[in-house]
């Protein structure tokens, strides 16, 4: 990621922020994964990169399940989702496990 700030490479920044909130998401780091999808999400909108912007969001996603935070949840995946079918992706017609488990009746 520092290599990518030096050299101003857009694309490697924003995948080191999503590799970094992943990351952060399974040793229990909200508030990394917080701080690294804003810039993640902020730099590729800016950058109009929809496929990372739809990625990056997908995290966030996930990382708001987990923080029994499922209407933000949704929220995100829903944003990721037009993109996905916005770029054609297989990814569209997907429903992401950490949705499905909070939709279910506890």
Do not use: C, F, H
């Amino acid at each position: 990621m520092a290599q990518g700030r030096t050299d101003g490479d857009i694309e490697l920044i924003v995948r080191g922020q999503i590799g970094l909130a992943r990351a952060a998401i399974k040793q229990g780091q909200s508030q990394t994964v917080t701080a690294a999808l804003d810039e993640a999400i902020g730099t590729a909108r800016k950058a109009d990169m929809r496929r990372l912007l739809a990625e990056a969001l997908s995290v966030y996603s996930e990382q708001q399940a987990a923080l029994n935070q499922p209407e933000r949840a949704s929220s995100l995946w829903e944003e990721a989702q037009k993109l996905y079918r916005m770029l054609n992706s297989p990814q569209a017609k997907l429903q992401p496990a950490w949705l499905e488990s909070k939709a279910e009746p506890s």
